[in-house]
């Protein structure tokens, strides 16, 4: 936003430094490369500090086994840091609650790139460093300008060698001062061959790989310029903070004006140029007219391919729009066309008020062409007769009317009348429409009604001054009211443009699957171009995933195009200066992995700025979107796995124990038998055979779970449903578990009928048991029951046991998950619950579990209710 034209602060600016108030103070130590001796210098300034009085305390200060370093901290108060086992060893990382519960006036933290380890409440310390300034504490911190996301690429290129930890570029832009710790390249060369930043071994290395004297002058240069750029938004801040009017030229900036005119192409090519030569952003700066056409379109994508920025505004007075966004965002340079000499037309030119009003700027002209290209043939506007022969005829039916009324209207009620014609025509069909009933209303007006009639002579003196006044008054109408009309088509397209903008987030929002955000995509760029398809890159190429109306089919050419789109990363087609013959129009659709497809239109016409503009916030969407598709269905996948893994180790587990263990006993007992023979006493036989059996139930019972649940799995399951006595299907379960005998079973008399499948709900209940009797104390009883609620009936199986944490009342039901009781884990293969749960909800019921008990006392033991609810019969 702007500055105040009465002098006030701008309110964006007040906004962000009250939002900075209530925080505490980030100053970062920005290097090029490691050992220029950021960590040094924050120590230094802490000392500093120290003396003045400031409470300073060092949260953690990476040394890295440098004696100097280390040496440099003596004095500091330390806070202890946070052991952490990892893989066999210990990590020590920055604890922060510790430095929130101290909450030091000014706090060190060194390396803001650093990943925590797993366990840390951040993934990053950047975050820890977030928390502890909306404590209100202030922090010093230190990285290197390589670990910047935006430059992690660039870096990667010049050095070979991608660092793994960055931060975002907004952490960098969070900082509240940034102090620059450079060294000349030969000097930290030095500095690493003396042994000051690594080891011999290390550095002799490092010298001949990162710390080549030519990459580290690389990235000194951008550190410096990423330094610069953050004092040059500080001082556009501190302008627009204190509504102080610029520019002030502290860098370049470039700013071209794009006009409908011929030189549209050249201004933006020499200002590239320029912005080239001193280094500096460029920005196509754009008013719309109304009278736009595809010159304008193209110089503005020209700009984009060149790597500038567009900016589109409208306005009434050129200059001081084109000035006033000069002055708010600091440009230093304004390009533009030179305007052809036009002595009729009133007023100055552009160039001529630029001139005489921006003293604060350094003003570029770009000759007019010495040879202007003609324009495309599709760019060429077919003139409409329509408008004419409308205007022809309405100034002949008025004029016939205004001759046969001639004693009851007077003449100047026809200059009136003619006047309104005027109006109409420029506001339905445009200027040209309007100047050219001007013209003629001006003719007739003369012709026939003003004396002498039938000549274009005029005898009266008034009446020439009258002619000449209703000439002039034409015209001008005709002029503003074409000018409103072109303004009003503008403003309406830009209103659509929004709304369709608007849908185009509401649609991608709820478009959860892939192919839902390319048929969205597809929908809208046909309704804004009258037809649209999507292409996505496969192994063999562009493929076209989805298209509006269906069945649409790119020719060989526009496949092409379509081509050379994808693998550039520019537009093509018709209305652009590449491939310009072909009548789609492809849009890259780039996200942060790079270009992953093409959005492709066939307009009927060359698109208008506002149409190409919405085009391109589709695109735009539409990457962001089928990347947050992609991600989602990894994400996905990833948790898949992950539960499939899970499952696995925890089915290994519980195969290696409950299928060992058995084992074990009935080889022992049955190598006894083997071996003893006859001379074990018939009890003692007749126990080890019982122990055989016992433990052959055991193995039987592990093995059918474990088929149960891979029917489930696999959607095997046959569910039978038939109204059911739950007080026989009781008794068959209570029959069916050990220790489950002396279970106490009261079933209501409105709740005595289930629909349900026999088989699986008796199995349902025997697990519902067997899982009370585990974890029940001996002695105690279980107790069954049924309620009605509603149209269904409740099942409850209670026991008086240790219990079911809060946390796990849910997680019970999950494969393989077995509950703790202290530091032991109950036998079993933690099965029964997820198949219980699996069978209900087969049979169309819900279960649940309930913990701890409502009707047993306080000072016991908490003991747990599972409830079954299945359909009434």
Request: charged share 20%; with cysteine.
């Amino acid at each position: 936003m702007a500055p105040q034209d009465d002098g006030r602060p701008d309110p964006d600016a007040l906004l962000a430094s009250t939002a900075r108030s209530g925080r505490g103070h980030l100053k970062i130590f920005l290097g090029a490369a490691p050992g220029v001796g950021k960590t040094w210098e924050m120590l230094d300034a802490a000392h500093a500090k120290r003396l003045k009085n400031i409470d300073v305390v060092a949260g953690i200060i990476e040394t890295h086994g440098r004696a100097g370093t280390l040496a440099k901290t003596e004095g500091l108060e330390m806070l202890p840091r946070r052991a952490l086992p990892y893989r066999g060893q210990t990590l020590e990382e920055f604890d922060l609650d510790s430095a929130l519960a101290r909450h030091p006036q000014l706090l060190l933290v060194d390396e803001l790139a650093h990943t925590n380890a797993p366990g840390m409440r951040h993934a990053k310390r950047w975050q820890d460093v977030q928390e502890i300034l909306e404590a209100g504490i202030d922090v010093w911190s230190t990285v290197n300008v390589q670990h910047l996301e935006s430059l992690n690429d660039q870096v990667a290129r010049i050095t070979g060698i991608r660092v793994t930890e960055t931060i975002p570029d907004t952490v960098l832009d969070m900082a509240d001062e940034i102090e620059l710790i450079d060294l000349p390249p030969a000097e930290l060369r030095a500095r690493l061959q003396e042994g000051h930043i690594y080891r011999p071994d290390v550095a002799a290395r490092a010298l001949k790989e990162f710390f080549r004297e030519g990459n580290l002058g690389a990235l000194r240069e951008i550190a410096l310029r990423r330094a610069a750029q953050r004092i040059d938004k500080d001082v556009t801040q501190y302008m627009r903070l204190r509504a102080i009017p610029g520019p002030w030229p502290v860098t370049e900036r470039v700013m071209a004006l794009v006009g409908a005119d011929a030189s549209a192409g050249n201004v933006v090519r020499h200002a590239a140029r320029l912005a080239e030569a001193l280094r500096a952003p460029l920005t196509a700066f754009h008013i719309e007219r109304g009278g736009d056409d595809a010159r304008t379109q193209a110089a503005l994508d020209l700009a984009v391919q060149l790597g500038g920025n567009v900016v589109t505004q409208s306005a009434t007075d050129l200059v001081r729009a084109v000035l006033e966004y000069a002055g708010q965002h600091n440009f230093t340079h304004i390009v533009m066309g030179r305007q052809p000499a036009r002595r009729w037309r009133p007023g100055r030119r552009l160039a001529e008020a630029l001139t005489r009003q921006s003293a604060a700027f350094s003003l570029h002209f770009v000759p007019l062409p010495a040879a202007p290209a003609p324009r495309p043939a599709h760019a060429r506007h077919k003139t409409e007769l329509e408008p004419y022969l409308l205007s022809g005829a309405l100034l002949g039916v008025v004029t016939i009317i205004g001759v046969a009324a001639d004693k009851y209207v007077p003449q100047e009620a026809m200059g009136l009348i003619f006047t309104g014609i005027i109006a109409a025509m420029a506001s339905r069909s445009g200027r040209n429409a309007g100047l050219f009933t001007a013209f003629f209303a001006f003719l007739l007006w003369n012709f026939c009604f003003l004396p002498p009639v039938y000549t274009f002579s005029v005898s009266d003196p008034r009446d020439v001054v009258a002619l000449l006044v209703f000439l002039l008054v034409g015209l001008l109408t005709g002029q503003l009211a074409g000018r409103v009309r072109q303004e009003a088509g503008s403003a309406a397209a830009r209103v659509e443009a929004l709304r369709r903008i608007s849908l185009f987030g509401q649609r991608f929002t709820r478009a959860a699957t892939m192919s839902d955000v390319l048929a969205s995509a597809a929908e809208e760029a046909a309704a804004i171009a009258g037809a649209g398809a999507l292409l996505l890159h496969g192994p063999s190429g562009l493929r076209v995933e989805a298209a509006q109306p269906p069945g649409t089919a790119l020719e060989e050419a526009a496949l092409a195009a379509a081509e050379w789109c994808f693998a550039h990363g520019v537009e093509t087609g018709i209305g652009t200066s590449t491939l310009p013959s072909v009548p789609w129009r492809f849009l890259p659709l780039g996200g942060n992995a790079g270009c992953i497809g093409v959005l492709g239109v066939k307009p009927a016409a060359i698109l208008s700025p506002p149409q190409a503009q919405t085009l391109t916030a589709l695109a735009g969407q539409t990457a962001l979107a089928a990347e947050r598709a992609q991600l989602s269905v990894h994400n996905a996948r990833a948790e898949a796995h992950q539960d499939s893994q899970k499952l696995r180790n925890a089915l290994l587990s519980s195969l290696s124990h409950d299928l060992r263990t058995p084992l074990t006993s009935i080889r022992g007992a049955a190598e006894t038998l083997a071996q003893a023979g006859t001379a074990l006493d018939e009890a003692t036989r007749a126990d080890l055979l019982a122990s055989i059996t016992q433990d052959t139930a055991r193995m039987t019972k592990f093995l059918a779970n474990i088929m149960d649940m891979a029917r489930v799995e696999s959607g095997g399951l046959n569910v039978r449903r038939e109204r059911l006595r739950l007080e026989e299907i009781v008794e068959s379960a209570v029959a069916r578990v050990t220790g489950a005998l002396y279970t106490r079973v009261n079933i209501a008399p409105n709740a005595a009928n289930v629909l349900a499948d026999p088989a699986l709900l008796e199995q349902v209940l025997v697990n519902l048991l067997d899982n009370a009797v585990k974890y029940a104390p001996p002695g105690s009883h279980i107790r069954i029951s049924s309620a009605r609620e509603g149209g269904l009936v409740r099942i409850s199986v209670a026991d008086a046991g240790v219990g079911i944490a809060p946390g796990e009342l849910e997680a019970v039901f999950d494969s393989f998950f077995r509950a703790r009781r202290g530091d032991s884990v109950a036998p079993g293969t933690g099965l029964g619950l997820a198949i219980a749960k699996a069978f209900t909800e087969a049979m169309g019921g819900q279960i649940r579990a309930q913990s701890p008990r409502n009707d047993l006392p306080a000072d016991g033991m908490p003991g747990t209710v599972i409830h079954v609810e299945l359909p009434a019969a």
